[in-house]
Nanobody, 115 residues
Framework: QVQLVESGGGLVQPGGSLRLSCAAS????????MGWYRQGPGSERELVAT???????NVAESVKGRFTISRGNFESTVYLQMNSLKPEDTAVYYC?????????WGKGTLVTVSS
């Protein structure tokens, strides 16, 4: 069983930045890939970005150039650096990790972009 715990959400003004973190525990093996998804008000959950253990990334067009995903070197940790935030980025952000063919999810962290 893998547990994923997100942190770093909060309220930020348009144009601001936030860094989300997600730590995985409960397994000797590191989840792969790991990533971030989000669900805005009245919307379905959507991909934000994923990263493999080899460093390959997949980033949604809507955040490309503003958001950067990265992994910790020695920990089962994934980060999402979010810059130039827009009101439409407001959502609950979920961490995801794949292991042995199963997807695991964190409980989510709320990001609100508002003036």
């Amino acid at each position: 069983q893998v547990q994923l715990v997100e942190s770093g959400g909060g309220l930020v003004q348009p144009g601001g930045s936030l860094r989300l973190s997600c730590a995985a525990s409960g397994s000797i093996r590191r989840p792969n890939p790991m990533g971030w998804y989000r669900q805005g008000p009245g919307s379905e959950r959507e991909l934000v970005a994923t990263i493999t253990s080899g460093g390959s990334t997949n980033v949604a067009e809507s955040v490309k150039g503003r958001f950067t995903i990265s992994r910790g070197n020695f920990e089962s940790t994934v980060y999402l650096q979010m810059n130039s935030l827009k009101p439409e980025d407001t959502a609950v952000y979920y961490c995801q990790g794949g292991l042995y063919g199963m997807n695991y999810w964190g409980k989510g962290t709320l990001v609100t972009v508002s003036s």
